[in-house]
Every structure is written in C-alpha cells, then in structure tokens.
Nanobody, 115 residues
Framework: QVQLVESGGGLVQAGDSLRLACAIS????????LGWYRRAPGKEREWVAT???????NYTDSVKGRFTISRDNARAMMYLQMNNLEPDDTAVYYC?????????WGQGTQVTVSS
C-alpha cells in the first residue's frame, strides 16, 4: 500500500514562504500526474496544483504566480514552493496522484497564515 507523508507546514505571516514536501513510498517513474490538494477549515478538499511528466504544471487560479510545484522522480518526492502566502492559503495540504483510484491520503501538513 502506498504511503504519502507530507511535511514542511507551519505557522507563518502573510507574505512569508514555505516549502512543502511529499514523500511517496513507491517509485514515481511512470506516474504521470501528481498533485497537491488542500482543505481549508470548514471546506471541502480542493485541488491546488498538478505536475505532469516533470515539466507541465497547472495551478488553481488563486495560487498562480505564487506557488511552484516540482517533483524528484529519483527520490520519489514532490514539492510545493509557496511564496507570498496569504491568510486564505490556510489549510491542511495533501499530495496524491491525479489518476483514479488515488492512493490512500496521508495525514497532510498544516499551513497557517496569519494576517
């Protein structure tokens, strides 16, 4: 069973940066699309960003220009560089593949942005 471990969250102020990491317990060579998701308090989990085959990336509108997704296939890792954080970015962040069925969700990493 694949395990996903997210890390790197924290409590920061608006305008600060964080780099999230996702450790995946299997090879991601051949895994086409990986993504980051988040769930804000009282809301459903939403998609944040996708990386396809190392080079093609997509972002939800609210994070475009601020977040950068990347992956390291050799280490089975994925990252989310988050710059100029805003209070609305406060959420638990999760990683997973986009293909269905998705892997079992990890615990996520909490990001809290104070104004």
């Amino acid at each position: 069973q694949v395990q996903l471990v997210e890390s790197g969250g924290g409590l920061v102020q608006a305008g600060d940066s964080l780099r999230l990491a996702c450790a995946i317990s299997r090879t991601i060579f051949g895994v086409n699309a990986l993504g980051w998701y988040r769930r804000a308090p009282g809301k459903e989990r939403e998609w944040v960003a996708t990386i396809v085959s190392d080079v093609n990336t997509n972002y939800t509108d609210s994070v475009k220009g601020r977040f950068t997704i990347s992956r390291d296939n050799a280490r089975a890792m994925m990252y989310l560089q988050m710059n100029n954080l805003e209070p609305d970015d406060t959420a638990v962040y999760y990683c997973n593949r986009l293909d269905r069925p998705q892997w079992p969700w990890g615990q996520g990493t909490q990001v809290t942005v104070s104004s």
